[in-house]
Each structure stands twice: as C-alpha cells, then as structure tokens.
C-alpha cells in the first residue's frame, strides 16, 4: 500500500512515547556527581532519573534540568533514609513494591540491551528509502495573486502589467485580499487540492513566470502570477530519522512481547478480570480483520500493521485566501 513517509512513521512514532530511553552511554562514566550522608549520587543515577521524570520537565534548560534532577535524587535518598529509620523496609508491603521495582528495572533493561541495540540507523534508512520510492511525485507552484472586486478593475491591472508594471508593486496597491497584500500577493508554495477549483484549474495550466488572464471565484476575480514550479520533495532522512527508529523500536517491542506471551502460560485467576477479558477478545474478533485497530489486538494476536490516514502534507496551506 502506498503511504506518505511523513505520515507512516509519524502515526507510529506517537505510539512509542511511552518507550523507556536510557541512554546506555549514560552508565559507561559512572562518576560522582554530590554524596548525602556519605552515599554518592552517580551519573548513572541522573540517567536512570532522567529515565523517568526527564519528560516532565518540558524544555528546562540542560544544567536547570540537570540540577532538578540532582535535587530529586536527594530527595530520594533522604526519604529512603527516613523510610528504613522508620523500619518500613521491611515487611510484605515493602517486598511487593520491591519485586515489582525489579521487574521493571529488568524489562527496561531488556528493552536498552536487547530490542534497542537490534535497531540501527542503517534499518531506519531503507525503510526510509523504500518508502521514499513509493511517493508519487506531487506538483506544486509557487504564485502571487491579485484580487479585485470586478472583471473590470481585473483587466485595467493586467493592461499596467503588460505596460510593465510591477506586480508586487500593484498587488500592495490593488488586492482586497489583507492576508497577503503586504507581501505582494504572495500565496506561497501549493498543490492540488488546496485551492478552489477555479483558481487551480488556471494556475496549474500555466507557466512559470505567465500572469493569468481574470479568473472569477467566489471571492472575486484574480489575476494569477506564476513564481516557480516544482515537485515535492520527501522530508529529509535526518528530520524523520529518530520518528523511523522510534517507530521500529515499538514494532520490534510488540513482537518480542507477542513472542514472550506465545511461549508463556498465562492464566486469568481474577473472574472480573477474566470475564471482561474474555469478552473484550470475543468483540474484537467479531469487528473485520481491516477494521481492526493495532492496539485492539487480543493478548495472543499478532500487532497489525499501522495504517496511517492519508493527511495533508504538513506545509499545505488551507484553501483559497482570497
């Protein structure tokens, strides 16, 4: 199926932010960043924080971010050291949030040293390049407009024009269009689809550098300068680079958990669990295999595809402005 590039891995990107990312680099220089009560805070720690709250912090700068994270790692040790004077590690309280602390730190440790080192930017850029070969080349113009109120008045400008008038000159002069008569009537780059049927019909007919004769929309009559012609490029492999490997991450993720579940003896004991569970894969394989959602998928079932929409390019402009 032929899909836009931007689209596809940004549709899978979205769906790996929940991802763990520690940066194995991160635990190479284990270094000594500040101790409390004698016990040192490490790199390592920061990383492992960052790990988990980095994304909270927006778009600290890297030594604001950097300090919020040491003072939450003291804070960290100071409340552990609370903890045991108050005995509480200790008990089954304490050995159920420890087992599943353990868990977790394994699962991501799995997912840093064995999902996460599967990937390479060699991976990202075929897919890159096989998705590229399947964009079907798309026409764009670039075009200045002049709008006016009457054929009239359209005519009487193109007569200046063909005196040699300046057309950026009279567009500030003459257009009823405010968007864009400070800049000349200068509408950007478009394709097809973005602008009323009228107006694309003439300007994708003519060529570069051409002014149309009055075209009629609803908006009034133009007249239509061609500034250049050219076909849409693709996103450039560095700008989706990360969303591609980001993407591949989740599907190799998907698949090692749908691998680790097939070799797995998994029992449902809850009967509210077990039922809703139950009836929620009796509905899913009720719905048609190609309406079926990727993350709908029952336990045992293999992640579809994702199947993105087919989106506007993300530099479209809106249709006609006047």
């Given at each position: 199926m032929k899909i836009r590039l931007a689209q596809a891995v940004l549709t899978?990107?979205?769906?790996?932010?929940?991802?763990?990312?520690?940066?194995?680099?991160?635990?190479?220089?284990?270094?000594?960043?500040?101790?409390?009560?004698?016990?040192?805070?490490?790199?390592?720690?920061?990383?492992?924080?960052?790990?988990?709250i980095g994304a909270d912090m927006g778009t600290l700068p890297p030594a604001q971010k950097r300090m919020s994270?040491?003072?939450?790692?003291?804070?960290n040790q100071l409340f552990a050291e609370a903890a045991d004077a108050e005995k509480l590690g200790e008990g089954p309280d304490f050995e159920t949030r420890l087992k599943y602390l353990k868990r977790r730190a394994l699962r991501?440790?799995?997912f840093e040293k064995v999902?996460?080192?599967?990937?390479?930017?060699?991976?990202?850029?075929?897919?890159?390049?096989?998705?590229?070969k399947l964009i079907k080349p798309e026409e764009e113009v670039s075009a200045r407009h002049i709008l006016v109120d009457s054929e009239e008045k359209a005519k009487e400008i193109k007569e200046k024009l063909k005196a040699g008038g300046d057309f950026v000159a009279l567009?500030?002069?003459?257009?009823?269009?405010?968007?864009?008569?400070?800049?000349?009537?200068?509408?950007?780059?478009?394709?097809?689809?973005?602008?009323?049927p009228q107006f694309e019909e003439v300007v994708f007919k003519l060529n570069k550098g051409e002014v149309s004769d009055p075209v009629k929309t609803q908006f009034g009559w133009h007249l239509i300068k061609i500034e250049d012609k050219r076909f849409k490029q693709p996103p450039a492999f560095d700008i989706v680079k990360d969303r591609i490997i980001q993407s591949q991450l989740l599907q190799k993720a998907q698949q090692s958990a749908v691998a680790l579940r097939a070799k797995s003896k998994i029992e449902f004991v809850d009967p509210e669990i077990k039922t809703a569970i139950e009836e929620r894969n009796k509905q899913i394989e009720a719905i048609?295999?190609?309406?079926?959602?990727?993350?709908?998928?029952?336990?045992?079932?293999?992640?579809?595809?994702?199947?993105p929409a087919d989106a506007k390019p993300e530099d479209a402009k809106p249709e006609e402005k006047k």
């Open positions: 899978l990107a979205l769906a790996s932010a929940a991802l763990p990312a520690v940066s194995s680099a991160a635990f190479a220089e284990d270094k000594v960043v500040a101790t409390v009560n004698g016990i040192p805070v490490t790199e390592a720690d920061l990383a492992i924080a960052d790990s988990e994270l040491l003072e939450f790692l003291i804070d991501e440790l799995y999902i996460k080192s599967s990937v390479s930017d060699a991976d990202a850029r075929k897919i890159y390049d096989d998705q590229v567009a500030k002069e003459y257009t009823l269009d405010t968007g864009t008569k400070e800049d000349g009537g200068n509408l950007g780059y478009f394709g097809r689809g973005q602008m009323v048609p295999a190609a309406a079926k959602p990727a993350d709908a998928a029952p336990a045992d079932a293999k992640p579809d595809e994702a199947k």
